[in-house]
């Protein structure tokens, strides 16, 4: 090619893609490679210390062609107990919700109305659009994630996303479960049925720090059908913080009526 002269418009791209460098692929950790079983069980331990936090968030949510923004207050508590107090990004207060785990309470202050029930994903979808029951939805909060009754499990490495893979099936479902092999922190946790996807959760976290593992800073759920996507971002995280049982309960305000709620 004589200088000054510019290359053909199809010749720069796909120089580029010559020389391109393929993904970097991250090799496993050195040492033995644990079993799945074992893997999961090194998860659940390294959870252990953890039985509290306290957070305020920035809630996203995408449902039916709409998109809604708000702010709220979690607090989580083991076994599997959860408060959630949502506002409008204006400020004004819009429901709060508190579950055990086997039971919910919602107080609707945008609709007026109280509601109780079982903690369903129903029933929970009230609030935020999830496809987890009370327990579940606690839980994932303190970081350990809800995986279904397997009659089998697998281990491999995920060199491109630099983590444990781990996949569980039954007889109906199928679960991918990447997990972080030094923090032990689950980063994404996809279910199936019948080959298609359900639903999936997507984690980040912080490093494990004072003795305490990885928390969570966003959680982000998609949901294949109907099309729901939900994000959360955890601020002014507060681990280990002392819950009273007050906080898990709710009393409907003087007056009003309270509905009891299936699903």
């Known amino acids: 090619m004589r200088a000054g002269r510019l290359a053909p418009a199809w010749l720069l791209p796909a120089c580029l893609l010559l020389s391109a460098c393929p993904p970097r692929l991250v090799p496993p950790p050195p040492g033995d490679t644990p079993g799945a079983e074992q893997l ?18 920035v809630v ?14 979690v607090a989580a508590a083991r076994p599997a107990r959860l408060r959630l107090e949502t506002e409008s990004i204006f400020g004004q207060a819009v429901s709060i919700m508190v579950t055990d785990g086997r039971r919910f309470t919602l107080w609707d202050m945008e609709h007026g109305r109280f509601l109780q029930g079982r903690a369903t994903p129903a029933n929970l979808g009230r609030v935020l659009p999830v496809p987890l029951d009370g327990a579940e939805l606690a839980r994932t ?3 350990e994630p ?11 490495w995920d060199g491109a996303a630099g983590s444990y893979l781990v996949e569980l099936e039954n007889s109906r479902q199928r679960q ?31 490093a494990p720090r004072d003795d305490l593992p990885a928390m969570i800073e966003s ?10 996507r939900l994000y959360i971002h955890l601020r ?4 280990n913080c002392r819950l009273p049982d007050d906080v898990f309960r709710l009393e409907p305000p003087p007056g009003m009526e309270v509905e009891t709620v299936g699903g």
């Open 141 to 143: 909060f303190l970081g």
């Open 60 to 73: 996203v949510a995408r449902r039916h062609g709409q998109r809604v923004k708000m702010r709220a207050l």
């Open 219 to 228: 959680l982000t759920c998609e949901i294949s059908s109907p099309a729901v």
């Open 236 to 239: 002014s995280l507060e681990a």
């Open 146 to 156: 809800p995986l279904i009754a397997y009659a089998r499990a697998r281990l491999s």
């Open 176 to 206: 991918l479960l990447w997990i972080h092999p030094q923090w032990l922190l689950p980063l994404r946790l996809e279910t199936y049925q019948q080959g298609k996807l359900l639903w999936r959760i997507s984690l980040q976290g912080q």
């Open 40 to 57: 999961l069980r090194r998860l659940r331990r390294a959870r252990r210390p953890l039985h509290s936090l306290r957070a305020s968030a």
